[in-house]
């Protein structure tokens, strides 16, 4: 895990600054006292109160009414798959690349590939693993930084884990 010189705000400026509003999906669940609280999602189709929503979320970090936002971020891609869904009917599906940072008021964290791999496979409640999600490329954090135009050496120190 990696903890970067970045606000919830500025995480957000920068995944809406790289990639086309229709591409987005984001889903926010924020923390209290280590409980997930209600989640938001945005896409396309209500990506405009995002940054409202941004704003009262990191308010709402700084004030201590939440600890922190987990953020689970997929960027669809122009390239499709095909899968065969739960009643056994082949469809066509976007590629997806997928991120998942953790906001906090020192800033954000991002996970690298086999963290994010490893959380987004398990079901929480039980600890028990689930099958990766179809035409899903699962990333680390660092990549959409990158390609976001993040400069590295924002990066302020690396989080051991637990």
Known sequence: MMR?????????????????????????????????????????????????WTLLMQAKICSGNIDAVALVLRIFRNEKTHIQNEEGVRVEVPYKDLYMFLAEEAGVTGFDLQTTLDMHCTYAPSGEPISPEPAVNYKASIDLLTEAGYQPRMMIQEKKEP
């Open 4 to 52: 970067f010189d970045v606000r919830l705000t500025e995480l957000i400026t920068l995944i809406r600054g790289t990639f086309a509003n229709e591409s987005i999906y984001l889903t926010c669940r924020p923390l209290k006292q280590g409980e997930a609280q209600h989640p938001s999602t945005f896409a396309a189709d209500n990506i405009t109160d995002l940054d409202i």
